[in-house]
């Protein structure tokens, strides 16, 4: 090769190397800037396919969760990119909770495993109504996970009732990022008063961390649906209905009044589990005075299938959330169900300095103690 023609093809070839660099770095999911940090939540995964409860045999479909396994694939390839520090998942793990399902969602979720800390809620698929989740607990039982220096424990419960509520089905873990510290802890679908009474505990010996809450139901239609377009069209808030553990179990409010409300730390809660609500947000106010951010997001309907990433700012004080299906590499911009932009990028003020990290008893001591009407204050991303 001449020499001129020798430079010629090394320019070539960096030039293509820087643009296909280039490439790789544009798409919707910008990095994650430094200073910040990242919790994914993984919404509903309920949506199997060749879904049936017969064993694999020969000739039959493979039982396989392509969302799912697409979602957990992402977060492990973008933990550096998007300074992952936390998964959590709310709830819905399965669909008809048989071994086959919970083979698969075991083998999606083990992925994370060891690789970043992560907390699983049970919703009321992944258990029988009356509270049994024998099979959360022995696929994602605490012996899978107690010897991680991020896993706090689980509810202990009687030894005569260990189908429910126990064996990390209620679990904490402790996480720091950015010089903040948390705790956040995954409730089952309605836990009842000893899991909430157990929940009380945990806030309170770790009161000099900032909390949340990761719980399956939460918002959605305030009452209970009468028909179908009720999911749909009815007032919706923080439930007062539930439809797991049965008179034990608790609501939505129940649980905010028995429990969240009194912690001065709470600033977040997680929900899913309302497919035909999806996206959705609402900001009440603690007895401290304290906001806490409810946000649902379920987007088992329809092709957006997405997860959420909340990107912690701790200098600007804010939360940028995003909406993404790793799937399609895109940002969810609108679904038939939610056409507001805003409900699925958008961001929420959350106070992250130092000296309000334990909660303000003074900053918000105006405001009345619960404000009931949903907050769509947070700013769009631009
Ligand atoms: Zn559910």
Redesign the pocket.
């Known amino acids: 090769m001449r020499p001129i023609m020798r430079y010629l093809f090394v320019f070539t070839a960096i030039a293509a190397a820087i643009i296909s660099s280039l490439a790789m770095a544009a798409g919707p999911m910008t990095a994650a800037e430094d200073g910040s940090f990242s919790i994914v939540v993984i919404p509903?995964t309920q949506h199997y396919q060749h879904s049936k409860a017969e064993p694999e045999t020969q000739g039959k479909p493979e039982l396989i969760n392509p969302v799912f396994d697409a979602h957990t694939r992402w977060i492990v390839e973008n933990l550096d990119r998007q300074r992952i520090v936390f998964v959590s998942h709310s709830?819905?793990i399965v669909d008809e909770n048989i071994p086959q399902q919970w083979d698969v969602a075991r083998r999606c979720m083990d992925r994370l495993h060891g690789r970043v800390p992560y907390g699983i809620s049970v919703?009321?698929?992944d258990m029988k109504q009356a509270g049994d989740s024998s099979l959360f607990q022995q696929y994602f039982s605490q012996s899978r996970f107690e010897n991680f220096a991020w896993y706090g424990g689980s509810f202990k419960g009687k030894e005569a009732n260990r189908s429910r509520s126990r064996n990390n089905a209620n679990s904490f873990q402790l996480f720091s990022a950015e010089g903040i510290d948390f705790v956040i802890l995954h409730l089952e679908?309605n836990a009842p008063d000893d899991v909430l009474a157990w929940a009380d505990s945990v806030l309170q010996s770790h009161a000099n961390r900032r909390a949340i809450v990761t719980t399956?139901?939460y918002l959605g239609p305030r009452e209970r649906p009468i028909t179908k377009r009720d999911y749909y069209d009815a007032p919706k808030g923080c439930m007062v209905w539930k439809v797991c553990h049965g008179e034990n179990g608790n609501s939505s409010r129940q649980m905010w009044e028995k429990c969240f409300r009194k912690h001065k730390n709470l600033f977040m809660i997680f929900c899913?589990?309302q497919s035909r609500t999806q996206a959705m947000r609402l900001t009440e106010y603690g007895t401290h005075g304290n906001p806490v951010h409810a946000v649902l997001s379920d987007y088992g309907k329809g092709r957006q299938r997405g997860l959420r990433i909340y990107n912690f700012r701790p200098r600007e004080n804010l939360i940028l959330v995003k909406t993404y299906n790793p799937i399609l590499d895109k940002l969810c911009e609108a679904t038939d169900i939610v056409t507001d932009r805003n409900q699925h990028q958008f961001s929420l003020f959350y106070d992250m300095s130092p000296e309000d990290a334990n909660g303000s008893d003074n900053n918000h001591s105006k405001v009345p103690a619960v404000q009931t009407q949903i907050s769509l204050k947070g700013a769009p991303v631009p």
Request: glycine residues 28%; hydrophobic residues 0%.
């Open positions: 509903d709830g819905d919703g009321n698929h679908c399956h139901r899913g589990d």
